[in-house]
């Protein structure tokens, strides 16, 4: 059995990083029991139209979101490696690195985890860590809705108590409750494109740097 905490590993666009995607790294840290929470954006995300903002701001933004947080670190290498970020390629690099041994947690919404099936090599995931599957703003997790071949790794590898993510380094999924927090960088950069207010929606540090570069 590990005796180390689990690693948190936190992935996105963060275009921009915001109020729900801190909550969600802080209450997968308390829940699942995490020791840090690794945040690694996305460089050039492969399932979605490129970001409007380059990488080196998105990635600048969350270092300022995460620094008051001793618990959060940020990973720079999506970013730095100005091709498109593959989650499978990121793990096993971090797998070379951080041995065999410690747990690592992907830490998912429930809307980013109903298309885990169309990520590259996706089935390869769970033999590099657990999932921390988050229920999102009132989203939950409803199988019969999940493709079937991700339905069933759901069913196989569920677990209910955060204490299995420490007795192997990956492979199971543990659930947990998130407070509703109903914003998406979609709707902070529709604010700030008609000029609204999006204080309280992202920290402070974060919205005065969109500001000072005139960002969105
Ligand atoms: P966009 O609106 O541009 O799609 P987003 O706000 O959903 O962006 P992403 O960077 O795509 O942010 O999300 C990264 C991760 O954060 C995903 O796993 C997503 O499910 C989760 N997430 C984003 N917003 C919230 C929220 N309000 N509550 C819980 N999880 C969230």
Redesign the pocket.
């Known amino acids: 059995m590990s005796e180390r905490a689990p690693l948190g590993l ?6 921009p ?5 801190l ?2 790294a802080e209450e997968a840290r308390e829940s699942l029991r995490l020791g840090r929470v690794r945040w690694i ?2 460089g050039q ?1 492969w399932h ?1 139209a490129a ?1 409007q903002t380059s990488p080196a701001h998105r990635l600048e933004m969350v270092r300022r979101a995460v620094a008051p947080n001793p618990c959060f670190e940020v990973d720079a290498r999506e970013v730095a490696s100005g091709r498109p970020s593959y989650t499978v390629n990121t793990l096993l690099a971090l797998r070379a690195e951080l041995g065999g041994d410690l747990p690592l947690v992907l ?7 109903g298309k885990l099936h169309t990520w590259h090599r996706w089935q390869e995931l769970f033999g590099l860590a657990h999932i921390g599957l ?4 009132g989203q939950s997790v409803d199988a019969g809705t999940l493709d079937a071949a991700l339905a069933c790794e759901l069913a196989a590898r569920q677990r209910d108590e955060a204490q299995a993510l420490r007795e192997a380094p990956a492979g199971v999924i543990v659930r947990f409750d ?1 407070t ?10 529709a604010r700030l494109a008609r000029g609204a207010s999006c204080r309280y929606l992202a920290p402070a540090a974060v919205l005065d740097y969109i500001s000072h570069h005139r960002l969105y």
């Not at 990083?17 to 995607?21: A, M, P, S, Y």
């Not at 830490?107 to 985890?113: C, E, K, R, T, V």
């Not at 509703?180 to 979609?186: G, H, I, K, R």
């Open positions: 936190f992935g996105g666009t963060f275009d990083v915001h109020i729900g995607h909550r969600l954006p996305a995300p979605r970001p830490i998912l919404g429930a809307d980013a985890f988050a229920t999102r703003a998130m509703p927090l109903a914003v998406s960088a979609t709707d902070i950069r």
